[in-house]
């Protein structure tokens, strides 16, 4: 088999490791394992911002405050209203298989189960789709000057490399060559959630999907998965760099992370995210390059870009739109662009 086929070969399996978005959804499309009977645990982290509460006060009370100052941090559920529309609806979720994510408030059941039109960040995906997405990113993949990853990592980071890829089918010299951010999605999350997802375990945002194409609601998707993709691609390379980096720092933590974030979603704390990011990858330019790279690429940007899809839909109201908790807080975010576009947002919880 040549090397071509080989990394087409490799790009199938990535398929099911694509974006936040993506990642889990892909595997949740699977068809069960033959072990699907036997659903794997739950993940078992800590909540590293309790554990900062008690051992370091001074830290959370820190993180506590930037997150108070975040504007439309604090709801995941938003009643968006136009005189003369039905009401329409938009709520925050987490790509996440854990059953205390899936434990909906009425509310929220009720807006799906009424709505006429179901909108997600992406819908349809499978790993064949994903896979597609992936080959068309063409050279963003791969260095083709001949750089490769060893240059700009550190002899003890690109050995924690070198693991990574060889666990995910990248080792040799394509697994050399791959983009920075490429690797960052192995990274992304922790095993427990993958062996769950693929185990046929839904996310949130699949169970969604799942339950409006039951009940023949119109459904709709506001990106791509290549254009999600890209959305990481398309990160300058120090910023690549910088996240990957952040990455392998704190690859030990990925369980306690998740559970987290988790928390912070299920405490209504969204605005407390990239405060306590902040405190978890350190300080330094780093750092900052790393986090405001990941900000405007992976959220910015895209929320204008969800915002312009949405708002034709909006225009005949009765809709639900769910993406990602993240594309709502901010003076940028969902909830602050609808409106600016002339919508009453208000918090429906």
């Known amino acids: 088999m040549g090397r071509l086929s080989l990394f087409s070969a490799r790009l199938a399996r990535l398929a099911n490791l694509a974006t936040f978005a993506v990642l889990i959804s892909a595997l949740a499309l699977l068809p069960p394992s033959a072990n699907a009977q036997l659903s794997p645990p739950p993940c078992q982290g800590q909540d590293i911002l309790a554990d900062l509460k008690q051992s370091e006060p001074g830290a959370y009370e820190k993180i506590m405050a930037r997150a108070s100052t975040t504007l439309n941090g604090g709801a995941l559920f938003w009643k968006i209203e136009k005189p003369g529309l039905p009401t329409s609806w938009l709520f925050g979720t987490i790509h996440m298989t854990d059953e205390r994510v899936h434990a909906l408030p009425d509310g929220v059941r009720n807006a799906i189960a009424t709505a006429q039109t179901i909108v997600l960040e992406a819908t349809g995906l499978s790993p064949e789709s994903v896979g597609q997405a992936m080959a068309g990113l063409g050279p963003q993949l791969l260095f083709t000057d001949g750089r490769t990853l060893d240059q700009f990592l550190t002899k003890e980071e690109y050995a924690i490399a070198e693991t990574i890829l060889a666990k995910n ?155 990602g908790a993240l594309h709502l807080p901010g003076e940028v975010g969902l909830v602050q662009l609808f409106r600016d576009a002339g919508y009453r947002v208000t918090a429906a919880e």
């Not at 046929?200 to 791509?224: H, P």
């Not at 990455?247 to 928390?263: F, G, H, K, N, P």
């Not at 708002?311 to 809709?319: D, F, N, R, Y």
């Open 169 to 323: 089918g990248f080792s040799g010299p394509i697994g050399q060559r791959l983009k920075p951010w490429l690797l960052t999605v192995f990274l992304s999350l922790p095993e427990c959630e993958l062996r769950r997802a693929a185990a046929g375990l839904k996310s949130l945002d699949a169970s969604i999907e799942a339950t409006a194409k039951k009940r023949g609601a119109n459904l709709v998707g506001l990106e791509t998965a290549e254009e999600q993709l890209r959305a990481m691609a398309g990160l300058p390379l120090d910023a690549q760099l910088a996240w990957l980096k952040t990455s392998i720092r704190l690859r030990d933590r990925a369980e306690d992370s998740l559970e987290t974030m988790i928390q912070l979603y299920l405490g209504r704390r969204i605005g407390a995210v990239w405060a306590l990011t902040r405190q978890l990858a350190g300080s330094g330019p780093e750092t900052e390059t790393a986090i405001n790279g990941f900000q405007q690429a992976l959220i910015t940007y895209r929320n204008e870009r969800m915002r312009d899809r949405a708002l034709p839909i909006l225009e005949h109201g009765s809709a639900f739109i769910a993406v």
